[in-house]
């Protein structure tokens, strides 16, 4: 999801009655994405033994900040902050890694290594290997799943949470699509999966429109490159999702929920989130859709330092 991420111009049902909806991020004014060379060379590949994770990661080591953790969500990739992470990059270290099966990472093939689960418990590994102890944590719709596991399982770890174009319940993915594009990635390979959705998707950007056609050639990369096992497993994971909201809000630490104006499927559960945690704030970043830090990054840049000064704050007093 960026997962520009939802890969699917989905149909997502997240608690509320189902919305048909193209994802804008994932698209292009008409434009080819082929067109676009795309360079996703990784700063690091971390060897987790069973998966290598192709990871960036900027910044100053070792200073007073906090750093950030950026988790991606699903068919996305960690070059879903390619736009922005510098910027974050000034005064903190920050890291984003590939899960496994998107993007620059191993694709193992084996349905039963994808699941929510295993990606969180790939993160604290790559953690481990990143040498980061404690850090400000972001997630983005299914990477919003990620964080929630994480920030439950070692609270103390989690200084802060960004909650992003997510919900805080299960996503339901109309079987439809789940098969029909399984059966395409099977029998064909992703590519012509991904010709297919930028094929669907053409025209619905919102993003700046000096930076659509290198969006869209972003994001039919990394669908190109998505284990199809992967897509499937992840798909039906998304829909039995156990909340953990209530562990989540039992926690105190400084939250934000970010949502896209135009995210319709997450407007609901953005509001649901900030209600649910104490003390939370609900940021709507006007003119964006599911992927703000691409649709509108200016805005989504303030409104995750307003968030980093804040917690920052909060760890000082």
Not at 299 to 316: C, G, N, Q, S, Y
Request: net charge negative; with cysteine; glycine share 8%.
């Amino acid at each position: 999801m960026c997962d520009s991420c939802v890969v699917f111009a989905p149909a997502w049902n997240t608690g509320t009655p189902i919305t048909i909806y193209r994802d804008r991020s994932f698209a292009t004014s008409k434009s080819t994405p082929s067109t676009v060379r795309v360079v996703t060379t990784p700063d690091r590949t971390l060897d987790l033994g069973d998966v290598s994770l192709a990871v960036d990661d900027r910044g100053a080591q070792g200073g007073d900040a906090t750093p950030l953790v950026l988790v991606h969500g699903f068919t996305g990739g960690r070059v879903d902050f390619a736009d922005v992470i510098d910027d974050l990059a000034t005064d903190r270290r920050v890291v984003a890694w590939d899960h496994r099966g998107h993007n620059d990472s191993t694709n193992t093939g084996d349905p039963a290594s994808y699941t929510i689960e295993q990606l969180t418990d790939d993160a604290w590994r790559a953690l481990e290997t990143l040498g980061i102890d404690r850090f400000h944590l972001l997630g983005h719709s299914m990477g919003g799943f990620v964080v929630q596991h994480m920030a439950v399982e070692q609270p103390e770890r989690v200084a802060s949470l960004v909650l992003m174009d997510t919900s805080p319940n299960p996503m339901q993915i109309p079987r439809e699509w789940i098969d029909r594009y399984a059966e395409l990635g099977r029998t064909q390979g992703m590519l012509a999966v991904a010709d297919a959705m930028a094929e669907l998707t053409a025209g619905y950007s919102v993003a700046p429109e000096a930076d659509r056609e290198r969006i869209a050639a972003r994001n039919h990369h990394k669908l190109r490159e998505m284990d199809v096992e992967a897509y499937v497993s992840l798909s039906s994971a998304l829909g039995s999702f156990e909340p953990v909201i209530g562990d989540v809000a039992s926690t105190p630490r400084p939250t934000t929920v970010v949502v896209g104006e135009l995210d319709q499927p997450f407007r609901e559960p953005a509001e649901a989130f900030a209600a649910a945690v104490p003390g939370a704030e609900l940021v709507v970043i006007d003119g964006a859709a599911h992927c703000p830090q691409e649709d509108r990054p200016e805005a989504w840049l303030a409104a995750i330092r307003a968030h980093l000064v804040r917690a920052d704050a909060a760890r000082a007093g």
